[in-house]
Structure formats: structure tokens, C-alpha cells
T-cell receptor
Framework: EAGVAQSPRYKIIEKRQSVAFWCNPI?????LYWYQQILGQGPKLLIQ????????DSQLPKDRFSAERLKGVDSTLKIQPAKLEDSAVYLC????????????FGPGTRLTVT | AQSVTQLDSQVPVFEEAPVELRCNYS??????LFWYVQYPNQGLQLLLK??????LVKGINGFEAEFNKSQTSFHLRKPSVHISDTAEYFC???????????FGAGTTVTVRA
């Protein structure tokens, strides 16, 4: 079974530019998560989707971050405009069930904002 | 709200030696506890989990952890490490009916020959 795919793996942008990350979850997984992992910290949940609906986006900075999961499959996370403090690894995860502790993580996208 | 504290940010250890990674949690309700491992340039992988039952939990790759409710701890152990165990390890907590994971800051384990 293929794992969670993410692209790009690395991205360097200047502050105030925009950037987008893509995630393709494991086939058939209902729930998709985006996490932000700042260097030296554990992952922090940004947004959780159930199929194509948002379950929790309470930690998403909505003034600059947006995410969508069209057709309930792959997802895109966008930052516009980026700030220096957005430098982090952005992890995508998916789980089979609507509610599950068994989350499968992708390799992440490392974003550097200069 | 619940939180996790990983007491060691870095743990160097020699090959074939034992290792223990410490994790303490804070919660006003009952908890579910997890250990994840992140190998270099890879995503997180679930090592083991405690949901209920026996407080000694065995996971993959020879790791085990013990849930201690009175000390609010969930320490991870391996009796003999390999070079391939070099990775970052994250402790995480969740609660029944709330499937969100709260992660600790991580412990970097470096295994030397």
C-alpha cells in the first residue's frame, strides 16, 4: 500500500511570497490532517478534514493560511503572504476512520522563508 | 487541555546499550498515550500506544513503554539499541472522544558504534 505523498519536499521563498503544498493521502482514508512542525518542537495540528469537510481548523492562522480538500481525496495547504516564522516542516497525515488514533504521516515539506 | 513534556532533548547512547526516553503528561481527564518515531527525512511512524488494559505496552522494533498513572508518565525503553534506532522520538497524548494528538517537543536519540 502506498503511503502518504507530499510535494514538494523542500521549498525556499522570500517573506511576503506565497507558497502551496500538496498532499495525497493513503487511498480510502477518510480523514486528512495538516501539521506544522517548527524546529525543536513537536508537530502542531493546523487543520483536520473529514472527507472534504473541515472538522477542526482552530489552530490555522486564517489571515494567511488556507487549505482545501476537493473531492475528499488530495489536499492543498497555502500560505499567502509568508512570514519568517512560517519556516517549518509541514506534515500531512491521514487515517482510515473518521475518528482514529492511527494516523499515517507523509515525509513532510520543509519550508524556509528568508 | 492536555500537554506533554519530554524531559530529555538529546540522548546519546552506544550501540547495544539500553535506552530510556522520559515522557510526562498533564491532563484533568483520562488519557491515551503514544510514542512516534521520525527517522531522518521521513514522516512520523507509530511505535506503540496505550489506550487501556495492561500498563506495559510493547511496540515495534523491540520498544516498550510503561504507563504510570500516579506519576503521570509514559517512559519508552529499549534494552539494546542499534545504529538504525538513531531518530527523533515524540511522545503524544490524546483523550477519549477527542482524537487530536498533542505532541511533546521530541527527543533526539543518537546511537554510536
Amino acid at each position: 500500500e502506498a503511503g502518504v505523498a507530499q510535494s514538494p519536499r523542500y521549498k525556499i521563498i522570500e517573506k511576503r511570497q506565497s507558497v502551496a503544498f500538496w498532499c495525497n493521502p493513503i487511498s480510502g482514508h477518510a480523514t486528512l490532517y495538516w501539521y506544522q512542525q517548527i524546529l525543536g518542537q513537536g508537530p502542531k495540528l493546523l487543520i483536520q478534514f473529514q472527507n472534504n469537510g473541515v472538522v477542526d481548523d482552530s489552530q490555522l492562522p486564517k489571515d494567511r493560511f488556507s487549505a482545501e480538500r476537493l473531492k475528499g481525496v488530495d489536499s492543498t495547504l497555502k500560505i499567502q503572504p509568508a512570514k519568517l516564522e512560517d519556516s517549518a516542516v509541514y506534515l500531512c497525515a491521514s487515517s482510515l476512520l473518521v475518528v482514529s488514533y492511527e494516523q499515517y504521516f507523509g515525509p513532510g515539506t520543509r519550508l524556509t522563508v528568508t | 487541555a492536555q500537554s506533554v513534556t519530554q524531559l530529555d532533548s538529546q540522548v546519546p547512547v552506544f550501540e547495544e546499550a539500553p535506552v530510556e526516553l522520559r515522557c510526562n503528561y498533564s491532563s484533568s481527564v483520562s488519557v491515551y498515550l503514544f510514542w512516534y518515531v521520525q527517522y531522518p527525512n521521513q514522516g512520523l511512524q507509530l511505535l506503540l500506544k496505550y489506550l487501556s488494559g495492561s500498563t506495559l505496552v510493547k511496540g515495534i522494533n523491540g520498544f516498550e513503554a510503561e504507563f504510570n498513572k500516579s506519576q503521570t508518565s509514559f517512559h519508552l525503553r529499549k534494552p539494546s539499541v542499534h545504529i538504525s534506532d538513531t531518530a527523533e522520538y515524540f511522545c503524544a497524548v490524546s483523550t477519549p472522544n477527542d482524537y487530536k494528538l498533542s505532541f511533546g517537543a521530541g527527543t533526539t536519540v543518537t546511537v554510536r558504534a
